[in-house]
């Protein structure tokens, strides 16, 4: 007797937890550093509150983020990898990308500076004093965004980066942040990360502002005609929300230590 | 579940191929698994028999800290040890962080515990009888206590399986102090950790089978040696 | 040359053993006396060296492996009867070949090489005290050694230890089975 009623307990606590309840919950998949940032909850609570719709924010490496988005684990998807974001959309897993906001790079280092690459407008230029002092460089390794444009910036720089100094951290932002600073290192990263870190750590920011560092975000919502039992209308009404104009004032009031950290994709 | 499948193919072709990667994520797992555990049995093994056998002072205290040890999640000893190793931490100087020592000092961490109170228990449970026979026929405290051991070996064989299971397997430790790096300190379960973060799912499960099948080499092997003692 | 004084011995609240005076010589053969309870084994572990006295002394027992004690119910190793022995004669810097001597001393050789865990009550007994006989002791102290015997092994423990040379001390509840003894009575149980 004591043990079915444990038995029916302990049921009835399991069945609390987890098992998507559909109608009300909405599951938008990110990045980590996007969620690091903390702009999510100052973005999304005003959309939660107007529509009672509860937006369940999953953040994970950018490719697991749109592989979810593929097998229909996701309903909305919000990546900074524009060729990605493109090829998702073209394998018809996703309908109806629109920009949303952009926000930075940078590449930090020691203040020390060893190899002297503080206030360098271009950042290939940089990347090759990098190369040249086989300076140490944490590279996150990994597929997302951030390590994607790293890559192509020492493309452009004409680089195949490898060697001691060069190291594939395959881990996020944050803790390659870390180890940069452990090991008095440089590193790149998205500006909204470093400010979220950066009292933890030793670093400075060296070179910014450059074209090539535009970090831009698109949100797709994933093909209800490829996962039927995806949350179709209420991606519609999040993605709406996103690019509307107080969705896009929202972002644009989003502030991190008194900085501005990511920039509203349209003009109102 | 077809990732179970083409995690099959994919760890067959990986292995076929020689894959550098794959084989270095499986030589620093077996390295850092086996040293640590090498330590950490040396020393766990006669502190857990003496605890057990002889209850010095304090061996009920000791006895559950060791318990207790073993629930230390990873994540935790990691972070631990990352506290030791980093800069601002006692150790900082030593420049360990990031590096296979430091896993290894991780991992010893995880293991000792198990090790101990396992064999703690296991010595504990045997009649006084056992220990003052090995005495009274003339053997020393320390001589009797590696008789005592002898007399349990199947349950210290059993403990340092476990430890083995726990040490091979973890992620706090290798990621939090060892830095996942490439060829340097990334780990078979790691590399699992970063394949799915990158969305290759059934690419994911490749290092994890070979995960397994490394573990059950080395326990076979093992209980191989445990057999040929038994007799 | 073993000289008890005064001996107390107890655990927590309850007094195991008082033995006020006892005197063994060197070589003599002694036999403990008394009903269950009375002490009998207490008194043999602290010869032994294996249990402390609360109170009182004593002196002039050889250290264990010098003194051996066959527990009332033996312990034997995983192994085989030989190795067992094998493991006393080891102890003490002595080949462990002479292990079959000692089990046919006994009347076990036949069994040396079946395990521990699969000899009868009578072989498993008779293989204890050949191990003990195997260490040479100066002091020989058996806690209720016939018990499971049948009258083969009975005979063969009595011929083991009257060839002992050193001092024997053997406890036993009833009657001490015609070996030539000085025997002590212990009073009362506790």
Redo the contacts between chains.
Sequence with gaps: MAALLLASLWAGLCSGCGGAEGSQRLRLTTTTSTANSGLLGHLLSPFEEETGIEVVVVAVGTGQALALGERGDADIVLVHAREREDAFVAAGFGIDRRDVMWNDFVIVGPSSDPAGIRGESNPTSALKRLHAAEALFVSRGDDSGTHIRELGLWKTAGLDPAGNWYWKAGQGMGRCLVMADEKRGYTLTDRGTFLAFHEGVDLEILVEGHASMRNPYGAIRVNPDQHPQVNASQALKLLDYLTSSEGQKRIGTFRVDGEMLFHPAIEY | MEFLWEGIKEAIRLIASGDRQVLHAGFVSVLCTVSALALAAALAIPYGAWLGLYRPRWSNLQALLLRVGMFVPTVVVGLVVYGLLSNHGLLGAADLLYTKLAIIVGEFLLAFPIIGSLTYAAVADLDLTALETARTLGASRWRAMWTMLGQVRVSVMTAFLMAFARCFTELGVAITVGGNLEMRTRTLASTVVLDLSRGRFSQAMAPGLILILIAILITAAALRIAQEQKR | MIRVRDLIVRFDSVTALTMPALDIDQGEHVGIHGPNGSGKTTLM?VL???QEPSQGSVLGAPP??????V?Q???L??GTAAENVA??LK??GRSPAEAGSWLERLGVSHIADRRANALSGGEHRRVVIA??LA?EPEVLLLDEPFVALDEEGLETVNAAIAAFEGTIVIAAPDDLHDLDLRTVELQGSW
């Design positions: 572990r032994a060296g294996l264990p492996g010098r003194t051996v004690l527990h119910r033996p312990y190793l995983r493991y006393a102890l003490h191990r003990a260490v």
